[in-house]
């Protein structure tokens, strides 16, 4: 991502877990984590998307933690199927506190349900891959943000898990999954929302 990127390590259930770290230039507001896509699938720390929502967290002045995932990189253990990744992301959340949960695709819906179980109340959460897992409701406030021709989690999917939440998903016109081209409008959108 950049030259200051650091790599730390937190011990996690199924073995240590590997972190990117990058800090803001000045005063620190707090920490975002931030949780890649599905590890079966290609996702890791260093995903587009991933990196554009810690470069909005880092330009807000928070220092940005992106795991792996168990089995991803030089995380150790393997796929779990959402359990283990949410203990995973449990343990660098008890080491570092962050004041926001973001999440992208399968990350993002792994954050909701941590949000549950810490009772976290900011989150981001881009692409919530709510059709294939049970997601559950997230607090009032959170920011969805979701592409208008996702073809990997359709919107009306996601509408229909916003709706009885009463809540608002912010739509990136012409976006895909993976917001090519557009992950300058997601960086604005994080940065406009989040500070």
């Given at each position: 991502?950049?030259?200051?990127?650091?790599?730390?390590?937190?011990?996690?259930?199924?073995?240590?877990?590997?972190?990117?770290?990058?800090?803001p230039e000045g005063e620190l507001k707090g920490r975002s984590l931030i949780a890649h896509p599905h590890p079966q699938f290609g996702g890791t720390l260093d995903n587009k998307v991933v990196q554009t929502l810690a470069r909005a967290f880092i330009e807000l002045g928070y220092e940005s933690w992106r795991p792996n995932f168990r089995g991803v990189g030089a995380s150790e253990g393997s796929y779990d199927e959402g359990k283990g990744e949410v203990d995973d992301l449990f343990a660098v959340?008890?080491?570092?506190?962050?004041?926001?949960?973001?999440?992208f695709s399968f990350g993002a819906a792994m954050q909701a349900m941590l949000a549950k179980r810490v009772g976290a109340g900011r989150l981001v959460l881009v692409g919530v891959a709510v059709t294939n897992f049970e997601v559950p409701p997230v607090p009032a406030g959170t920011?969805?943000?979701?592409?208008?021709r996702d073809e990997t989690i359709p919107l009306a999917a996601v509408l229909d898990w916003a709706r009885p939440q009463e809540?608002?998903?912010?739509?990136?016109?012409?976006?895909?999954?993976?917001?090519h081209r557009k992950l300058h409008v997601l960086r604005a959108i994080v940065s406009q929302c989040s500070g």
């Open positions: 991502m950049r030259a200051s990127t650091r790599r730390e390590f937190v011990a996690g259930p199924a073995g240590r877990i590997e972190c990117a770290v990058d800090a959340y008890e080491k570092v506190s962050p004041a926001v949960l973001a999440g920011l969805v943000i979701h592409g208008e809540l608002p998903v912010t739509l990136v016109p012409d976006a895909d999954h993976f917001f």
